[in-house]
């Protein structure tokens, strides 16, 4: 079997010297030779077409689209007829004096897979030093996290037991660069014999380290057969639920970092018990509207899902923004839709930045119009820029009000760029990974990158999709604002209802917005402190129940997604823990090549 990808100026040569070679210690009619060719754009299936109709030991196996190495080869394997299947590279690069032990290792010594090696202790072949540098590191990686006992894992020079290979085959889920280590390691996990001997070798050919195969590619799908391999299999309900309860309890922890513990009894005893209770009923009819909003948005991509398992996968994820920086908990929604509903990570990925882009447009423009409303309203608006607050808030709250506008800017910009992009004509993913590498495997990450920017633009570019999801954001926010302010109304302060009301609007919507980035120095967070600075530079009200306001009301919102989320953790037996690890990036090329599935 011969893998070609634009190999016009070996591939006749190539299968040449492998016929050659082959004939030298198989009897005829026992062999053949296969060309994997995986969508070449060069004149790489003329020259194959034309050698199988000259030698009927030749076949040749063509794609119009690229399968990625290791889906060309698994195609060609299974339309192959021996019972001992080899490959290696059409460069030539290993010796092919090492032929005969390949194909006698599977044939009479009874291995079921062998594969040469450059890297045998004691045995050293002449490299690049950048190559040599990266595929040492790359093995090792694999040998300490994977448990492999093999030296080299790429090297492009194996031979398989068929029915070994296909039983290995029903796992590998990567279709690329990786599907040779996949298959070793799985091959070793599953108790098969490994036969690994040193090879001659010679690089040829360009060789440079190619930073996105190697660093992005492949480290992500070490993390992912570590996961599927290692920790999967240990996960059960039992399992689930006690990580769950932990990192619950860690999240609840880590809130008092920011919510002092003593200002937030102090603010709840202060507090009109029964119109908070009002406030979390309020809060938590958002909930359903949460999921009712990313169903539509899964709807333009393709995928029909119930608006329950929506809304408590999104429960779930926003509960683990209570632990994992940076919104890193949102990767547990994708993790969970792709999971349970089996809605590719692309997909995944890409609706949650489609509501990500909706959020962040809502709350902008609510605190946008609220605020010209409040200048035209004779409010003085620019008390904010000298408006001091006790407890550090002043600090934390101008740093919290520039901060939601730099936010905010780049939400406008971020949507006019996914406009524009929509209506090009020009492949701009495409082009800008380009730069970046000129390997082969540019194809398989662009192919990840286009399907996760075009589902953005499905919604960005449908007007009514546009105008259904941007109405849910509004009703979402809308409900979150009331929320505060009948929070703010169980303190009993005495300003006009319009104001409150104005406030309210404008304080939660910047708050929001500051709060993409960390907390801000000073144990204040840059919720609370945005919020309170509005309220104390826009209205009488003391700081101390400004603060106290925006504490219970944060903590009311926190203590219902905890809530929720630990129910919706046991409904759904999700772990917190498996969010990151499981989403991994992009996807794979399986996912980029399969059609959206429609379920009910």
Known sequence: MLPAYNEAETIEGTVNVTLETLGAFLPAGSFEVLVAEDGCTDRTPQIATRMVREDDRVRHFHSDERLGRGGALERAFRASDGDVLVYFDTDLATDMAYLEALVESIRSEGYDLATGSRRIPGEKQEREPERGFASKGYNALVRTVLRSSLYDHQCGFKAFDRDALFDLLEGVEDDHWFWDTEVLVRAQRAGYAVKEFPVGW????????????????MGSQVGRLWWQLSVRPRIDRRTTTAAGTVLIA?????????????????????????VLAVAAAVYIASWP??????????SELGYRE?????????FVSQTGNLVVPARGGDAIRAYIVKARRDIPYPSGFASLAIERVFDLLTIAALAGVTLVGLALGGVDVAALRTAEAGGGVGESGRTAVLVAGGVGGAALMTMALIAVSARSDRNLVRAALSRMSDDSYVEYVAAIAERFVSDVQTVAKDRRAFA??????VLIWGIDILTAIIVFAAFGVAIPVELLVAIGFFAVAVGNLAKVLPLSPGGIGLYEGAFTLIVV??????WPTALAA??????????VTVVGGIGSMLRLNVSLATAVEESRDAGETRDVESDPAVRE
């Open 306 to 314: 119930r608006v329950g398992f929506l809304t408590g996968a999104i």
């Open 468 to 473: 259904v999801v941007g109405f849910s954001s």
């Open 202 to 217: 010679e690089p040829k050919g360009d060789t440079t380290v190619d930073l996105v195969r190697d660093v992005l590619g």
């Open 537 to 542: 530079a826009l209205t009488p009200i003391a």
């Open 550 to 559: 925006a504490v219970v009301d944060h903590a009311l919102k926190n203590a």
């Open 289 to 298: 509207l949460r999921g009712l909003r990313y169903r539509d948005i899964l």
């Open 250 to 274: 860690l999240a609840v922890a880590l809130m008092t970092l920011y919510l002092d513990p003593t200002e937030v009894l102090a603010a709840i005893r202060g507090a009109d018990p029964a």
